[in-house]
């Protein structure tokens, strides 16, 4: 077994310990007093993008949700759970699904291979495909498409929060709640903003709008 890579892993972490003490001897002790993040941040699972690091965010500044292609599955459990408590406990007043350009999952999504059990999970980015078949079936350029539909499996994320209980109850109880849609460049480093925000279930078409009694 080779153990160097692991045992460097917690070297890298006695340094970094260290370093934050130097910089901030109570850095530590007020992070275990608690989190009140303003923001869920909804990501792909992809190693290349690190929430906290491209944003510039400090540990207990960003409540993390990560799955493939930043899928908001209505009957996942795990994704489920972590908006509940992010929006009944921590109280955030932000949600960010980031997506990001070159994802695999999402170009899994353009093709028929398949791929074992994640092929399950694709099935929903297609989804997505399918009802944008249109515009993206008239994007001739490969690229392009690809980067169109990391696009708009994104904003469809958002959307798909937006029609949960757990927002649309906040929203009915009064909770300030933003909802945005970002795609990052992992070849840039820069952020887009698709300008998808919603922060009210009136901005939902109505078949989706919940009567709480």
Known sequence: MNTKFYKQLLENNKKWVSTKLDLDPQFFE????????????????????????????????????????????????????????????LNVKHIIVCGHY??????????????????NWIRHIKDVYRFHREELDLIFDETERFNRFVELNVIEQVHDLAKTSIV??????????????????????????????????EQLDEVYQLNFK
């Open 30 to 89: 007020r992070l275990a007093n608690g989190q009140q993040p303003p923001l869920l941040w909804i990501g792909c699972a992809d190693s290349r993008v690190p929430a906290n690091e491209i944003i510039g965010a400090q540990p207990g500044e960003v409540f993390v949700h990560r799955n493939i292609a930043n899928m908001v599955v209505h009957s996942d459990m795990n994704m489920l759970s972590v908006l509940d408590y992010a929006v009944n406990v």
């Open 102 to 119: 070159g994802c695999g999952g999402v170009k899994a999504a353009m093709g028929s291979e398949t791929y074992g059990l994640i092929d």
């Open 168 to 201: 649309q109850n906040a929203w009915r109880g009064g909770k300030q709640l933003s909802l945005h849609g970002w795609v990052y460049g992992v070849g840039s480093g820069i952020i887009k903003d698709l300008e998808v925000n919603i922060d009210s279930e």
